[in-house]
C-alpha cells in the first residue's frame, strides 16, 4: 500500500472546544501535533453552544466556590457520575475560563469590568461565563485563534475510519482525505478522541451532521469500554416549527432571562411539578421566579430553571395530554418581560439577539412580541468512552478521551453550561497527560494488513454500486426507529423491539451500495457514518434495557423511580466477539470529604 | 404555496468544468434552500456535493450563490424565492471548485496565520486577569460575531475580479484585524502591515461585502473605514509627519 503516511506524537480527533484545546496543551509541551476534523476548522458543533461555560469564579455571587459547583453537577448527574472527575471540573474551570481571555476571548462584562455570569437550570448561582446566547462561537474561534501560531497540522475535511492497535496499545489509524477520497494513514504515540456526541442516531436532534458517535464506534471497535449510554439528554426546548428547523436549539438562556413555559390554556405547568431535591431551592411563585432572573440573590430560581431532564419531561407530558401548541409543542414566552421592564423589546434583542434572529428568519416570528413553540429535541449524550478522571487515557492504553464522547463527569444528566466547561478543562488534561506518554513511549507498529482490512470494508459500497441499499434511506429509518422506542419515556418492550430492528438495520447497512468517484462523495460518507450510528444505537438501547430504573436523562415507564441497586453502579458495554456485551461495573466510594461538600450543600 | 420546484445546481464533470443540472423536487411550508439539496441528495444525487454543519446560521459551512446572491443555504427559505421561475445554486465563484457546491476556501486560512496574533497587555490583576467595560467591548464583541462564511470575500471584486489574492486579504480578516486592532488589551501595532502588505488601499468602499454578511456586522463602516484613517493619520496627516519628525 502506497497510502500518504503522517506521523506524530499526539494526534487529535475532532476540533471542536476539547480537541482544540488538548491540541494547545500538547503543543506547549512540545511535542508534535496533528489535528484532524471532519469539517473545516472552527465549524464543529461546539459553535453551536448557547447559553455558556460554567465555572465557579463568583463574580456575580461571592456565595460560589467549586463546592457548590462540585455539589449541583453531582446532583444535576443523580450521584452516578464520576465524582473525580466532577472535582476537578469544579476545580480547575476558572482557570480555564481565564485563559481565555488572555487568548483573546471578549465575554460579556460585569459593572466591575469582570467575566458576567448568567443563571442556568441547575446551578445555584449565576455561574456562566456568555457572551450574549453566542458562547460556542467565542469558545471556538478564541481556540481556533490561539492555536494556528502553534505548528499545529491540521487535516481539516478528513474522516477516520478506524483505529489500529499495537499489541494492545493506540498505534494510529486509518482515515480518508473527504474532498479527494483517498486514504491517508496516520501514526502515532497518543491518539486523543475529541469527536463529540451522536445526535444523528436520533430523527430530531439540534446536533449538526457531524454528531455521527465516531469516538465512540471508533473506541468500541477497538476495545474500549463505553458506561452510561442509556444517558440521553433531550433538551427541554427545541425549535418544532417550521419542519425544516425542527430540533434546532432555543437557549435555555431564554429561560434565564426570565422566559416562561406555558401549555395552550395559558397555565404556567411547571409550577404543578417540582421534585422533592429541589423544592428548597425552587421559587415559590412566579413574582420569586422573576425576581431571581434578575439577579435578587434572596430568591429562588424559577421552576423552568429545573434540570433539562425533568423540564422535558414536564413538556412530554402537556403535549401528550393534549395541552400542547399547534405544532406539537408548548409555548416559552420571553415576551411578557415586557410587563416588568421598560425598553424590553430592546433588552430581549440584545441578551438573546441569535434567538431573536433564528425565529425571525427560519420561522417569521418576532420573540419580543410573540410566544415561541418549543419541544425536546435530542441534545448531548452523557455516556461515552470510559476514562480515568485524572489523566482522559481510556481502557486501551495510548488512546485518550475528552468532551463529549468520554463520559463520567455528568453522570445521568448534565447541567447547562457544564459541556463548555468540560471541553476545556478535560481536553486540556487530554493534551496534557497524551504528550507525557508520548514522552514515555516508542513509536509504535501499525500493522500493513490491519490498514488493508479497513480499506477493504471502507470501499465496500462502490463494490455493491447503486443497486445497493440507498443509505440514507438506511439511516432514516434508524432516526425514526430510535426516536419513536428508545426516546425521552421508555419501556422494556419497545426497547426491545428497537433491537430486533437493529438487527434488519445492520444487515441493511452491510448491503448499502454508492457508485460515482470518491471525491467528496456524500453518499459514501454516509454509508461510512451508518456503523458507528448503528453501534451507538444498540450501546444506547441495551444499557438502557439493563438500568431497570429511572434516573436523570433516563426515564422508564415500567420503571418509574429510582433504584437505591442502581445508584452504585454505571452499566457499561463492550465488544465480545462480534457481539455487544452489556454488564455492571461498581462506582468507586466517594471519599468522605467530598460526601460531606455534597452534604452541606443539601440545605 | 406550491408543492414542487424547479432548481438548477451547479454539478462539476471530471476534469474541471461543470453545467447546471436540472431537479425537479417536492418543496413544502417552512424549507430553507439546504433542505432541498439534501432532499436531491437523498432522492435524486447521492453523490451531491455540499459543504454543511449546523444548519442553524451559526457555523458558516453553506455559502453558495442562490440566482446569483451570496446566501448560506440554511438561512435562505423557499418562500423568499420565486418558485414560478427555476432557483439556480451555484459555488463561491471567487474560490477555486473543489467538486459541485464545494469550493477550495484553504486560501482563507492561509491568510489568517499570516496577521500578527493577539498580544495582550500585562494582566490588570494579581490574579492574572483583566478588566473591561462593557461598552469598551462592544465594537469588538460586533467583530467577533464572524461566522467565517467568508461570503464577503465571495462578492469582493478586488478577489472575485481583480484576483489580487495575493496583495490584499479581503473584508474577513480586515474585520479579523479591526478585532485585534480594537481589542482593549491588544497592545500590537498592525498598521504597517495592513498598508504595505495587507492591502487595505484595495479597498474603495463599494459595501458589497456589507450587504451579504449574514451576521449583518457593519464591515464597512465599523472595521474596514477605521482601520483605513488609521493609516491615514499614521502616514499621510501632515500634522502626524510633522510630530514624527521631531520625535
Not at chain 1, 28 to 39: D, F, H, M, Q, W
Not at chain 1, 273 to 282: A, F, G, L, M, V
Request: with cysteine; glycine share 10%; net charge neutral.
Amino acid at each position: 500500500m502506497s497510502h500518504p503516511t503522517h506521523s506524530y506524537d499526539v494526534l487529535i480527533v475532532g476540533a471542536g472546544g476539547a480537541g482544540l484545546r488538548a491540541a494547545i496543551e500538547a503543543a506547549a509541551s512540545g511535542v508534535s501535533v496533528g489535528l484532524i476534523c471532519k469539517s473545516l476548522l472552527g465549524k464543529a458543533h461546539t459553535v453551536m453552544a448557547e447559553g455558556g461555560m460554567a465555572a465557579a469564579m463568583a463574580h456575580n455571587d461571592d456565595r460560589d466556590s467549586w463546592r457548590v459547583h462540585f455539589a449541583d453537577t453531582m446532583r444535576g448527574g443523580q450521584y452516578v457520575n464520576n465524582w473525580r472527575m466532577a472535582e476537578i471540573h469544579a476545580k480547575e474551570a476558572p482557570d480555564r475560563v481565564r485563559e481565555l481571555e488572555a487568548w483573546g476571548a471578549v465575554f460579556d462584562r460585569t459593572k466591575d469590568g469582570r467575566i458576567n455570569q448568567r443563571n442556568f437550570g441547575g446551578h445555584r448561582y449565576p455561574r456562566l461565563a456568555h457572551v450574549g446566547d453566542r458562547t460556542g462561537l467565542e469558545l471556538i474561534r478564541a481556540l481556533q485563534d490561539h492555536t494556528i501560531y502553534l505548528g499545529v497540522t491540521v487535516h481539516m475535511e478528513h474522516t477516520v475510519i478506524d483505529l489500529v492497535l499495537d499489541q494492545g496499545r493506540a498505534a494510529g489509524l486509518l482515515a480518508y482525505d473527504r474532498h479527494r477520497g483517498t486514504f491517508q494513514v496516520f501514526k502515532a504515540k497518543a491518539i486523543i478522541l475529541a469527536t463529540g456526541g451522536v445526535g444523528r442516531a436520533f430523527q430530531v436532534t439540534s446536533n449538526s451532521w457531524e454528531g455521527t458517535g465516531d469516538g465512540h464506534g471508533l473506541a468500541y471497535r477497538a476495545g474500549a469500554e463505553l458506561i452510561d449510554m442509556e444517558f440521553v439528554q433531550f433538551h427541554p426546548t427545541g425549535m418544532v416549527w417550521p419542519p425544516s428547523v425542527k430540533g434546532i436549539l432555543v437557549t435555555e438562556g431564554v429561560r434565564g432571562e426570565g422566559g416562561i413555559l406555558k401549555n395552550n390554556q395559558g397555565r404556567r405547568f411547571m409550577f404543578d411539578d417540582i421534585p422533592d431535591n429541589y423544592k428548597p431551592q425552587t421559587a415559590s411563585d412566579p413574582e420569586e421566579g422573576w425576581r431571581y432572573t434578575q439577579g435578587d440573590k434572596s430568591a429562588r430560581r424559577p421552576p423552568e430553571l429545573l434540570t433539562r431532564d425533568h423540564v422535558a419531561r414536564c413538556i412530554n407530558r402537556e403535549v401528550k395530554a393534549g395541552r400542547g401548541s399547534p405544532h406539537g409543542g408548548v409555548y416559552l414566552d420571553i415576551a411578557w418581560i415586557k410587563e416588568k421592564l421598560s425598553g424590553a423589546e430592546e433588552h430581549i434583542k440584545r441578551k438573546l439577539p441569535s434567538m431573536y434572529h433564528q425565529f425571525k428568519q427560519l420561522a417569521d416570528l418576532d420573540i419580543t412580541k410573540e410566544a415561541m413553540e418549543v419541544g425536546p429535541t435530542t441534545h448531548y449524550i452523557m455516556g461515552g468512552i470510559r476514562v480515568d478522571g485524572d489523566s482522559q487515557m481510556s481502557t486501551i492504553p495510548g488512546l485518550f478521551a475528552a468532551g463529549e464522547c468520554a463520559s463520567g463527569i455528568n453522570g445521568a444528566n448534565r447541567l447547562g453550561g457544564n459541556s463548555l466547561s468540560d471541553l476545556i478543562v478535560f481536553g486540556k488534561r487530554a493534551g496534557e497527560y497524551a504528550s507525557a506518554w508520548a514522552k514515555e513511549h516508542p513509536q509504535p507498529h501499525v500493522d500493513e494488513a490491519a490498514l488493508a482490512q479497513i480499506e477493504k470494508t471502507a470501499l465496500a459500497p462502490f463494490e455493491r454500486g447503486s443497486s445497493g441499499e440507498n443509505p440514507y434511506k438506511v439511516q432514516e429509518d434508524l432516526q425514526v426507529s430510535m426516536q419513536a422506542l428508545v426516546g425521552i419515556v421508555r419501556t422494556e418492550s419497545e426497547m426491545k423491539e428497537a433491537l430486533q430492528r437493529l438487527v434488519g438495520f445492520n444487515d441493511r447497512a452491510a448491503r448499502v451500495g454508492v457508485s460515482g468517484s470518491r471525491e467528496y462523495h456524500a453518499g459514501w460518507h454516509t454509508s461510512l457514518d451508518l456503523r458507528n450510528l448503528l453501534t451507538v444505537s444498540e450501546a444506547i438501547a441495551l444499557s438502557a434495557i439493563e438500568r431497570k430504573e429511572s434516573r436523570g436523562g433516563h426515564f422508564r415507564e415500567d420503571y418509574p423511580d429510582k433504584v437505591t441497586e442502581f445508584s452504585t453502579i454505571n452499566v457499561m458495554v463492550k465488544q465480545s466477539g462480534d457481539s455487544m456485551r452489556v454488564s455492571r461495573v461498581p462506582i468507586p466510594p466517594i471519599p468522605d470529604e467530598l460526601k460531606q461538600v455534597i452534604e452541606e450543600q443539601k440545605s | 404555496m406550491i408543492s414542487e420546484a424547479t432548481f438548477k445546481v451547479w454539478r462539476t464533470h471530471p476534469g474541471g468544468d461543470g453545467t447546471l443540472q436540472t431537479f425537479h423536487t417536492k418543496v413544502s411550508e417552512g424549507m430553507v434552500v439546504l433542505d432541498v439539496v439534501h432532499r436531491i441528495q437523498a432522492e435524486q444525487a447521492p453523490d451531491l456535493a455540499v459543504r454543511w454543519n449546523c444548519k442553524a446560521g451559526k457555523c458558516g459551512s453553506c455559502s453558495a450563490e442562490i440566482n446569483g446572491n451570496p446566501r448560506l443555504m440554511c438561512m435562505t427559505r423557499l418562500s423568499e424565492l420565486n418558485l414560478m421561475e427555476p432557483v439556480t445554486v451555484e459555488p463561491m465563484r471567487t474560490f477555486p471548485p473543489i467538486k459541485d457546491l464545494v469550493t477550495d476556501v484553504s486560501w482563507n486560512f492561509r491568510v489568517k496565520k499570516g496577521i500578527q496574533k493577539f498580544t495582550p497587555r500585562p494582566a490588570d490583576a494579581p490574579d492574572g486577569t483583566w478588566r473591561m467595560a462593557q461598552r469598551d467591548v462592544d465594537r469588538v464583541q460586533e467583530f467577533r460575531k464572524c461566522i467565517e462564511c467568508f461570503l464577503c470575500q465571495d462578492v469582493c471584486h478586488v478577489l472575485r475580479e481583480h484576483n489580487k489574492h495575493e496583495e490584499f486579504i479581503g473584508p474577513r480578516f480586515l474585520v479579523y484585524a479591526a478585532q485585534l486592532e480594537m481589542h482593549p488589551l491588544d497592545t500590537a501595532d498592525r498598521i504597517p502591515a495592513l498598508k504595505e502588505e495587507k492591502g487595505i488601499g484595495y479597498c474603495n468602499i463599494t459595501k458589497c461585502c456589507t450587504k451579504v454578511c449574514p451576521e449583518h456586522i457593519h464591515i464597512t463602516d465599523n472595521a474596514i473605514i477605521p482601520l483605513k484613517e488609521r493609516v491615514v493619520s499614521r502616514y499621510y496627516d501632515p500634522v502626524t509627519k510633522l510630530l514624527q519628525m521631531f520625535r
